[in-house]
């Protein structure tokens, strides 16, 4: 099976700008979640899809969203970006979110917001 | 509230001695328990994880864990070191209990940098 993939692999962008990530998770998995990775506050999760719906969400601002389509790929949105969005941005899938369940990471996308 | 602990963030060993990497939790009621590793410039590769039975787990690449309820602790194992496990390792954990603010969702430590020498 093909694993997590995710585009693009590294972004520039500029403050004030938006930013649109892509996750296509393993076949046949319907949960997606989305984290973030910076060498100041390590790994911290931004949100969780299944089923074409936000279960759970992270402690993040407004700015940060995402969404889920029907074949389970997920996409996240940065809007007005800040210094400090400067990330790995990773996702990850499992079959349906629960708890025992392991979840299987992409590549990432590095983002730089100059 | 969940929390991990991964009380050194750098760890140094020669190859071929044993390694371990420590790491305590804090959770409501039971725990699953998982171990993850990060190479330079890649996502996270799952290497094991405890749920339930034995308390030793044994994973990917040699590496085994050991689950001890009472120091609420985890600590990741292998007994020969290879200069290619070099990288960083992550512990996680989640409540057994599924609840909608645990959902898809993994409780990380900070991290703990591996460096085996040749």
């Not at chain 2, 509230?1 to 939790?25: F, H, I, M, R, W």
Request: charge should be positive; proline fraction near 5%.
């Amino acid at each position: 099976k093909a694993g997590v993939t995710q585009t693009p692999r590294y972004l520039i962008k500029t403050r004030g700008q938006q930013v649109t990530l892509s996750c296509s998770p393993i076949s046949g998995h319907r949960s997606v979640s989305w984290y973030q990775q910076t060498p100041g506050q390590g790994l911290q999760f931004l949100f969780e899809y299944f089923s074409e719906t936000q279960r759970n969400k992270g402690n993040f601002p407004g700015r940060f969203s995402g969404r889920q389509f029907s074949n389970s790929r997920s996409e996240m949105n940065v809007s007005t970006l800040e210094l400090g969005d400067s990330a790995l941005y990773l996702c990850a899938s499992s079959l349906a979110g629960g708890n025992r369940e392991t979840q299987y990471f992409g590549p990432g996308t590095r983002l730089l917001v100059l | 509230a969940q929390s991990v602990a991964q009380p050194e963030d750098q760890v140094n060993v020669a190859e071929g001695n044993p390694l371990t990497v420590k790491c305590t939790y804090s959770v409501s009621g039971n725990p699953y328990l998982f171990w993850y590793v990060q190479y330079p410039n890649r996502g996270l590769q799952f290497l094991l994880k405890y749920i339930t039975g034995d308390n030793l787990v044994k994973g990917s690449y040699g590496f085994e864990a050991e689950f001890n309820k009472s120091q609420t602790s985890f600590h990741l194992k292998k007994p020969s070191a290879l200069v290619s496990d070099s990288a960083l390792y992550f512990c996680a954990v989640r409540p057994s209990a599924d609840r909608g603010s645990t959902l898809g969702r993994l409780y990380f430590g900070r991290g703990t940098q591996l460096t085996v020498w040749p």
